[in-house]
């Protein structure tokens, strides 16, 4: 019923960027949040940023001052843009979406991940 389409991913050299983007697609009555997750070898998945469709944002400890999240809403789609890239960001990139189906549903969705590479 609803899909995330995830693109952006790729190799990067230290200090480079990179932009993430995620749409959802499908049958759904709003969209109350997206944001993007990664997990890297061996670690946790932890959240990197969220946006709540009024534009309310989180952010990773890790990644502020350097990542920023954005929605187009009329498109339903979330963007990561990720500055001075480390090392350390080298992990699978996974969008989230928190869907309202109908008024009175709401589910979580998971893209498939993409992976991001920052070579030392």
């Known amino acids: 019923q609803v899909q995330l389409m995830e693109s952006g991913g790729g190799l990067v050299q230290p200090g480079g960027s990179l932009r993430l983007s995620c749409a959802a697609s499908?049958?759904?009555?709003?969209?109350?949040?997206m944001g993007w997750y990664r997990q890297a070898p061996g670690k946790e998945r932890e959240l990197v940023a969220d946006?709540?469709?009024?534009?309310?944002?989180n952010y990773a400890d890790s990644v502020k001052g350097r990542f920023t999240i954005s929605r187009d809403n009329a498109k339903n789609t979330v963007h990561l843009q990720m500055n001075s890239l480390k090392p350390e960001d080298t992990a699978v990139y996974y969008c989230?979406?928190?869907?309202?189906?109908?008024?009175?549903?709401?589910?979580?969705?998971w893209g498939q991940g993409t992976q991001v590479t920052v070579s030392s």
């Open positions: 989230n979406a928190k869907i309202r189906i109908t008024y009175f549903n709401t589910n979580d969705y």
């Open positions: 499908g049958s759904f009555f709003s969209i109350v949040a």
């Open positions: 946006i709540s469709s009024g534009g309310s944002t």
